[in-house]
């Protein structure tokens, strides 16, 4: 039988077969011990082949995955763990405050997006709580973004405002919904499909920080060709299966700039010639972005030796 894992529970996966029904599933053996640094074999979204003995159900293999997303482990610093997989687009949920925006925490999303070939969406929630200048800073963040080549949307769950326009945006899509934790993401899931029932908790005052509400990663359909993966609000996103002279291939302003580059593997920091560097000098990058690079570099560099 053929199925998708619609929901990980760490030892239980719940799969849709193809005729619609959903059975609880464990994996088979060999999946957990064939030699993968994945702390999970097996993960929502993936296309399964499932065996039955009686109301026991086995997930015997995964098909290839076209993508998926994929950070270190939280309690193993040298093994993986799979997000989600087989994705359409990427939602990243931010905010500029209430808790403060990271960028270094959108930066390796997007980053880990990029290695895999999977396209984002920056959703900014909590746009009601802004001032006139705190707008004006975030639609020049917008355009930043748009200028790299990621595509934003500034909405309110609180009122409403562009809750449409996010939802049309993932119509006919399997979309990954992420971001750190108190951004507000639960309650955008609920507002997009109330069936959905994510559980929602307030940010602390004392230190800005959410509390996990989604404790696993799980699939729900919107309509017949739309689903959102919900995931577990995250603190830290760290970077994994990347050599650090393969960074700078997943910026893509600074892929565009490095034709201009004296040297064919430039790393963008002190190399004569460079064409990256002056242009974050002068303005012409987001500081943002080419900062954490530098700081990504060094802790890839890190990670190596």
């Keep these: 039988m053929k199925g998708i894992v619609f929901k990980s529970t760490g030892s239980w996966y719940k799969v849709r077969l193809d005729d619609g029904t959903f059975v609880d599933a464990r994996v088979r053996g060999k999946l957990r011990t064939a030699g993968s640094r994945n702390t999970n074999p097996v993960t929502v979204g993936d296309q399964v082949t499932i065996s ?53 925490f959108i930066d390796r999303f997007l980053l880990t997006a990029e290695a895999y070939n999977i396209p984002v969406l920056i959703v900014f929630n909590k746009c ?14 917008q355009d930043a973004y748009k200028s790299i080549g990621y595509e934003s949307e500034q909405i309110s769950v609180q009122t409403g405002e562009g809750i449409d326009r996010v939802a049309e945006r ?31 908790t307030d940010v602390s005052d004392f230190n800005e920080k959410g509390q996990h509400t989604t404790t696993f990663a799980e699939m729900h359909p919107v309509n017949k060709h739309t689903f959102i993966i919900d995931t577990p609000g995250l603190r830290s996103f760290g970077l994994i299966d990347m050599e650090p002279e393969e960074l700078r291939d997943y910026f893509p302003e600074m892929v565009r ?28 990058l987001p500081w943002f972005r080419y900062e954490n690079y530098c700081h990504f570099l060094e802790e890839l560099k890190g990670l190596k030796s």
């Design 170 to 200: 993932i119509n006919d899509k399997v979309s990954l919904f992420s971001g750190f934790s108190g951004v507000g993401k639960s309650s955008l899931l609920n507002a997009i499909n109330p069936a959905i029932q994510a559980r929602v």
């Design 257 to 284: 700039l490095s034709d201009g580059c004296k040297f064919h593997n430039c790393s963008h920091i002190n190399e004569p010639g460079c064409a990256v560097k002056p242009a974050y000098e002068e303005g012409e």
């Design 52 to 104: 039955s003995t009686g109301d026991d159900h086995m997930i015997d293999q995964v098909d290839e995955r076209k993508n998926y997303i994929i950070r270190k482990s939280t309690k193993l610093s040298k093994e993986t763990h799979i997000i989600a997989a087989n994705l359409d687009l990427a939602v990243m949920v931010a905010t500029l405050k209430s808790p403060k925006i990271k960028f270094g």
């Design 128 to 141: 009601d709580l802004l001032n006139s200048n705190e707008c004006a800073y975030l639609n020049e963040l």
